[in-house]
């Protein structure tokens, strides 16, 4: 059974930066497209970012675009988001996931695994 382990989060003022990992175990992630999530209390879980599974396309939502940077180590099975100039609205909890497939949906039922989350906050 695959688990996902996300780390890096914390607390940074607006404008900084935080590095995410998302280590998995129980299945290699080298088959699956990957993705990232959040969800800011009270909302819905939102796409941020998504990787193929070689790590050679990439997409993001508008909201990120520019400013976090997915990116994946196939041979260490973990998969990382760097986010620069972070904002207060991008406060929220942080999800890996995988994919049903070798390129991952926009939407949460593209994923059929998820990590337990990590929590970002920014302050203005």
């Known amino acids: 059974q695959v688990q996902l382990v996300e780390s890096g989060g914390g607390l940074v003022q607006a404008g900084g930066s935080l590095s995410l990992s998302c280590a998995a175990s129980?299945?290699?992630?080298?088959?699956?497209?990957m993705g990232w999530f959040r969800q800011a209390p009270g909302k819905e879980r939102e796409f941020v970012a998504r990787?193929?599974?070689?790590?050679?396309?990439?997409s993001y939502s508008d909201s990120v675009k520019g400013r976090f940077t997915i990116s994946r180590d196939n041979a260490k099975n973990t998969v990382h988001l760097q986010m620069n100039s972070l904002k207060p609205e991008d406060t929220a909890i942080y999800y890996c996931?995988?994919?049903?497939?070798?390129?991952?949906?926009?939407?949460?039922?593209?994923?059929?695994?998820w990590g337990q989350g990590t929590q970002v906050t920014v302050s203005s």
């Open positions: 990787i193929s599974q070689s790590g050679g396309t990439t």
């Open positions: 996931a995988t994919a049903r497939r070798v390129w991952g949906k926009m939407s949460p039922d593209g994923y059929d695994a």
């Open positions: 129980g299945r290699t992630l080298s088959n699956y497209g």
